[in-house]
């Protein structure tokens, strides 16, 4: 079957520590993974990007064609996407920008790669500036070493606190253009719906797969080992349910955002976000001791077929 042009540049980034030549020799480059909008399987495609301080930009221009591309839509059901950049791999989130600070940040990706202005051109679509934050929070250029299990809930619950305290910031950020929008000679607030929903959808759908990971996996492995940890994990897991309460109450919450009551919001999203911080809290309490020696990622299992033998599965 023969190799499609993304699929060999994708072979060559990959085996040549993030260099690729062609018409990408020399640029910067970059694999963006999402996942499916519709089928949820990964799709990873080769990107041009721009660096804007410690972010790192990609542009939808599918080279100015009329639609918007795959990995655009892809994003959106699937905020939290997987970025290589020459021998680095990492999750960030991707955050479409809107109103002046999209303008802001196309008219900087412009400066940087003046062909993207000419994609402008030659559609009437807008072509989408989406921000790439990487869920680590020390910057692109330290990342976090990950050596044990106990270190990788930490860097989940980390992330999780992370989006929280954005969505709290972007709210703020709402409410103040809202506040100082006075009539309609006033220019518009600007946009911040995408922004927050993105944190909103990263946020919910991280907490629902790591849930879902802790009581069908981790719990019941650590239990065996640990039975008489059994009433904490039945108690955990009685958290999770009350979790998923919150979560919806934070959806619907985010939904009105547009005609809330700033003060009543504020009150509301400050008792949820306490209430979600105590649970990451009882839950690093009661698992980092147990997790502190687990080796992250798991070591392959053990190769059980002798010389001569074939292992068959």
Known sequence: MP?????????EFRANQGKVGGPFEGGDLLLLTTTGARSGTERTTPLGYVRHGETLLVVGSDLGGPRHPAWYH???????VRVEVGTRTFQALAVPAEGPRREELFAHAVREAPGYGDYQARTTRTLPVVVLERAEPDGWDAPREVVTLADKLMEVHTW???QLRHVKAEADAHFAARAAHRGPGEPPPPGLGLQIRQRCLAFCQALEFHHTSEDDHL????????PHLTDTFDRLRDEHLTVARI?????TLLAG???????RFRTELDAMSTELNAHLDHEEESLLPLLADVPWPPAPPA???????????
């Open 3 to 11: 190799t499609s042009f993304n699929e060999s540049v994708i072979e």
């Open 74 to 80: 892809n994003l959106l059901a699937h905020p939290v």
């Open 160 to 162: 999780l606190r992370a």
């Open 219 to 226: 719990f019941p492995g650590i239990a065996r080992h640990h």
């Open 247 to 251: 979560q919806g109450e934070l959806v």
């Open 257 to 263: 955002i547009t005609v809330a009551d700033p003060e």
């Open 303 to 313: 190769r059980r077929a002798q010389d001569g033998e074939e292992a068959t599965g």
